[in-house]
């Protein structure tokens, strides 16, 4: 995962820049919500979402509102919970009403398709429980942005997450995708995440082994929801620190499109070489359709860059794929999530 803000809206500590520390103060303004026509709630539905979770529920919510590509159709119902038991009694409130429940993170690496989400979309952004439960332990609810928690790791002198540099998002999406850079992954330093299972709120424990990280990948079911995680770090002077994210920034930015709207790498990197390689000696670097484009600065980012919509970029995607197997006979797997109705 990469980030599409531009310099001016990353914060910093101590002169370092910290993706993803304020993901949540960019959330849009709240209009009127859209004509939703395909939506599967009847009021009643409605009626009981809104008791259980009040102001934490936004209907017919467009999604292109909270994704950093700027691109989806609406939510029936974006609910977004502020703690694990509104999470709990949601998942219980949608099986037992028999609702589709679709979970998003922070909408980083994120597609919704034009015609929205059906039923409830359990944001877990609001999740934002941060703290050290030991000198070298720290405890993360999965809305947390990655940003804070290097923020946090760096005020106390510890290491083990400075590859947090160069991820956006939060940590939910980051478990469940094994975020990383080339510096290291989730994996590395986690000792436990805890979920809650759709089908009745129950919370589930799963230690590092169970969680079956891999590269951009896990065994962390969809039929869960991740809500915290324990990481275990290790100490290390703060000014090393800074000299690894410094530098980690410095790298990506030299190579990363600017001041477009993105999910930021779209393909996984194959074994043994890298999506943008294949992808620009495929000759793709500025392909277009509509609004979507293959970045002619990282071939790996397909961005927005006006109005694009979502079959647009899937359109586009499938361009890419098609003539990167023509060209090197590899098949790209995507990196990004896509939900939604066409």
Not at 122 to 134: A, D, F, M, Y
Not at 319 to 339: P, S
Request: with cysteine; glycine share 12%.
């Amino acid at each position: 995962m990469t980030s599409s803000r531009p310099p001016e809206a990353l914060s910093t500590l101590d002169g370092v820049e910290l993706i993803g520390d304020d993901i949540e103060a960019a959330e849009a303004a709240a209009p009127a919500p859209e004509a939703n026509p395909r939506s599967v709630l009847a009021p009643d539905d409605r009626a009981a979402i809104a008791a259980l979770l009040g102001g934490e529920v936004r209907f017919d919510e467009p999604l292109r509102r909270h994704t950093t590509l700027k691109i989806g159709g609406p939510a029936d119902a974006l609910a977004e919970p502020e703690t694990v038991d509104h999470v709990a009694g949601l998942c219980r409130l949608a099986a037992e009403r028999k609702l589709p429940l679709t979970v998003v993170g922070g909408g980083s690496n994120l597609l919704v398709r034009d015609g929205g989400v059906r039923g409830i979309v359990l944001g877990t952004r609001k999740l934002r429980g941060i703290e050290l439960t030991s000198p070298t332990t720290m405890r993360v609810e999965a809305g947390v942005s990655t940003g804070k928690v290097l923020s946090l790791a760096m005020k106390h002198d510890l290491g083990g997450v400075e590859f947090l540099g160069g991820v956006p998002g939060s940590v939910g999406g980051g478990m469940i995708m094994n975020a990383g850079t080339y510096l290291g992954e989730f994996k590395d330093v986690t000792t436990r995440v805890t979920t809650v299972r759709i089908s009745d709120g129950a919370l589930v424990a799963r230690d590092n082994a169970a969680c079956g990280f891999r590269y951009r990948h896990s065994d962390l079911p969809a039929s869960e929801v991740v809500v915290e995680a324990q990481l275990e770090l290790r100490p290390r002077p703060r000014a090393e620190i800074q000299a690894v994210v410094v530098d980690l920034r410095k790298r990506r930015s030299e190579r990363e499109p600017k001041k477009v709207s993105s999910a930021g790498s779209i393909f996984k990197n194959p074994d043994g070489d890298f999506a943008g390689r294949l992808i620009e000696v495929a000759g793709m670097k500025g392909t277009r359709v509509g609004d979507a484009v293959c970045s002619p600065v990282h071939a790996n980012w397909l961005v927005n860059v006006g109005r694009a919509t979502a079959s647009d970029f899937l359109a586009l995607i499938d361009l890419v794929r098609h003539r990167v197997l023509e060209v090197h006979g590899i098949g790209l797997d995507m990196e990004v999530k896509v939900i939604g109705d066409d």
